[in-house]
Nanobody, 123 residues
């Protein structure tokens, strides 16, 4: 399974970005797809997950971010609205075929990772 992210960039606070994660090797409809992020000097943290249609979000992004998948394009998106400076981080796409729901926020439950894309939100 290979994951390739894109869509990061520099945006002002209050703006929006859409990240994309193109998946090859497995159908996105059959596996758990998640987004994590890591800010400088901080641990990697869970952002959102779509596991066969069920979704979950970190409290810090709930109501602002939306995870969605396009089965035809085998791509997962993270729509990020009302961005804040504290959203600045490298965002990673992750995938796994066997992660259970109780472990969806655990980065170590995911076997496949993209290279990351930088999101910078200026104040």
């Amino acid at each position: 399974v290979q994951l390739v992210e894109s869509g990061g960039g520099l945006v002002q606070a209050g703006g929006y970005l859409r990240l994309s994660c193109v998946v090859s090797g497995r159908a996105v409809s059959s596996i758990a797809m998640a987004w994590f992020r890591q800010a400088p000097g901080k641990e990697r943290e869970f952002v959102a997950v779509n596991r066969r249609g069920d979704t979950a979000y970190a409290d810090s992004v709930k109501g602002r971010f939306t995870i969605a998948r396009d089965n035809m394009k085998n791509t997962v998106y993270l729509q990020m609205n009302r961005l804040k400076p504290e959203d600045t981080a490298v965002y990673y796409c992750a995938a796994d075929s066997s992660v259970i729901w109780s472990e969806i926020k655990n980065q170590f439950a995911y076997d496949y990772w993209g290279q990351g894309t930088q999101v910078t939100v200026s104040s």
